[in-house]
């Protein structure tokens, strides 16, 4: 269950990245926040993980709910784009799996894949509504990696909730031309 959850997780960072339409970035960001609301939930973090849930479906809703409805998957030259998806879901899969030790293999896999390709989608965003969007999965990878440490609370998780839901709120402003 945490390795499909895990796996999840980095499908919906793929298609974030692999999006520029509104409808590809709301898949995206909720795959990563079910992933990780999962992921706390195999954990015993029953509030924590629902507080996730919630964060993530605001920002769901945010995003189908305002502007032109396209999916927008694989534009033209989004070649590097999913070699970044695919290299990074690799690397992450094996420092989670034989270069740390401990359980929690699959979060940390997640929570690697996610972030790596979250940073990569802010430094190289060309669509206005991928960075809010970009910015509202860092929220929920970071507040989903907290579940590594133990006794952390669920404080992480309401301020990742927060966070992803108001960074989905940001107004984008659309180029109109010269």
């Known amino acids: 269950m945490t390795e499909a959850a895990g796996f999840a997780a980095w499908v919906g960072a793929a298609v974030i990245v692999l999006a520029d339409g509104r409808r590809g970035l709301a898949a995206g960001i909720g795959l990563v926040a079910l992933g990780f ?5 195999t954990g015993g973090l029953w509030p924590a993980g629902a507080i996730l849930l919630a964060g993530g479906a ?31 879901g690799i690397l992450s899969l094996w420092v989670a799996a034989s270069v740390t ?4 293999a699959s979060l ?14 802010l430094l190289q965003s060309q669509s206005p509504t991928a960075v809010p969007t970009a910015a509202a999965a860092l929220a929920l990878a970071l507040a989903g990696a907290s579940g590594l440490a133990n ?17 989905s709120m940001i107004p984008a402003e659309e180029s109109r031309g010269a």
């Open 151 to 167: 006794g952390a609370g669920w404080a992480p998780y309401f301020a990742g909730a927060v966070i992803a839901a108001g960074a």
């Open 58 to 88: 605001v920002s769901v809703f945010t995003l189908v709910r305002a502007g032109p409805q396209q999916w927008g998957l694989m534009p033209p030259a989004s070649t590097p784009r999913l070699i970044l998806a695919v290299v990074v």
């Open 37 to 41: 609301t999962v992921l706390a939930w």
């Open 108 to 121: 940390r896999f997640a929570s690697l894949a996610v972030l790596g390709l979250m940073a990569g989608r």
């Open 101 to 104: 030790t401990g359980p929690g």
